[in-house]
Nanobody
Framework: QVQLVESGGGLVQPGGSLKLSCGFS????????MGWYRQAPGKQRELVAA???????NYADSVKGRFTISRDNAKNTIFLQMTGLKPEDTAVYYC???????????WGQGTQVTVSS
């Protein structure tokens, strides 16, 4: 009964900031690789930011310097701090937990982020 529950999406002005959260349950949180993906209308889902269980991170070129992924193992939660938001960041954002060696790959329900004036 693995569950991923997201929160923090909404409507923001260009240049604004937003922090997404995703709480995990039903899993040994600390051993999973985690990430945030997004999907805009008419576009394929793309990786935005990822953090391995060893805390290595990588970001899409389009968000480097603006977005920061973090994790709190004690709270079974991952975060995506987004700053300097642009209209092209508008998408549904999904959190993900992956345990590749075991073939486990779990997704949240998605949360809408809209950047518009």
């Amino acid at each position: 009964q693995v569950q991923l529950v997201e929160s923090g999406g909404g409507l923001v002005q260009p240049g604004g900031s937003l922090k997404l959260s995703c709480g995990f349950s039903g899993m040994t949180f600390s051993i999973y690789d985690m990430g945030w993906y997004r999907q805009a209308p008419g576009k394929q889902r793309e990786l935005v930011a990822a953090m391995s269980s060893g805390s290595n991170t990588n970001y899409a070129d389009s968000v480097k310097g603006r977005f920061t992924i973090s994790r709190d193992n004690a709270k079974n939660t991952i975060f995506l701090q987004m700053t300097g938001l642009k209209p092209e960041d508008t998408a549904v954002y999904y959190c993900n937990a992956k345990l590749g060696w075991a073939g486990y790959n779990y997704w949240g329900q998605g949360t809408q982020v809209t950047v518009s004036s």
